[in-house]
């Protein structure tokens, strides 16, 4: 089956910029999407098909794919963003939904 | 208004059964491919099976192969996971999620509710 690799944590100070990475073979090849989970909820979308913002998410967030690497970018970072994000693709080899490992975002 | 409450969590014994239900509204089930998604505590999201918005079409995880079953009845508007032969490690927060079409995003997710397998 397809694994995608994310960091287990990302510390960031307040104002700054976080970047999460999720690694998987020839991923740029494939359509990504980025969820964010806060303690007790459940997920939410914050960019889909690699680097589409849904709505209600704020500009800060943006995405990127290429090569064996997705990445997620999120701008001035606010104490609100600490959650952990997860990165997912539908792999069609195995026709099965991939999620990354999650990365614990910790704003200090 | 989108919304996908589940029901059905518990605590069950390993080697038992136990069946969840997801009802929605909002949306039609014929126009969403549905799907269950788990979490075990502290640990990382994790696909478990989907079904399709036409039904035709049904996958599974590896782990859960051969002990859980997805169905719908569309007339209730209601999802169903029924899990047999029930393992310590299944043990999590199950969530039904939605993805529109014929999408590859989950768009909106239930609360979830919690399985605790343990003897």
């Known amino acids: 089956s397809y694994d995608l690799t994310q960091p287990p944590s990302v510390s960031v100070a307040p104002g700054k910029t976080a970047t999460i990475t999720c690694g998987g073979g020839d991923i740029g090849n494939k359509i990504v999407h980025w969820y964010q989970q806060r303690p007790g909820q459940a997920p939410i979308m914050v960019i889909l098909h690699d680097s589409e913002r849904p709505l209600g998410i704020p500009e800060r967030f943006s995405g990127s794919n290429a090569g064996t690497t997705a990445t997620l970018t999120i701008n001035r970072v606010e104490v609100g963003d600490e959650a952990d994000y997860y990165c997912?693709?539908?792999?069609?080899?195995?026709?099965?939904?991939?999620f990354g490992g999650g990365t614990k975002l910790t704003v200090l | 208004q989108v919304q996908l409450v589940e029901s059905g969590g518990g605590v069950v014994q390993p080697g038992r059964s136990l069946r969840l239900s997801c009802v929605v509204s909002?949306?039609?089930?014929?126009?969403?491919?549905m799907h269950w998604i788990r979490q075990a505590p502290g640990k990382g999201l994790e696909w478990v099976t989907r079904m399709s918005y036409d039904g035709n079409d049904i996958y599974y995880g590896d782990s859960v192969k051969g002990r859980f079953t997805i169905s719908r009845d569309t007339s209730r508007s209601t999802l169903h996971l029924q899990m047999n032969s029930l393992r310590r490690d299944d043990t999590a927060i199950y969530y039904c999620a939605r993805t529109e079409g014929d999408a590859t995003n989950v768009d909106d997710w239930g609360q979830g509710t919690l399985v605790t397998v343990s003897s």
């Open positions: 997912q693709l539908w792999d069609a080899v195995s026709d099965q939904w991939v």
């Open positions: 909002g949306f039609s089930l014929h126009g969403s491919a």
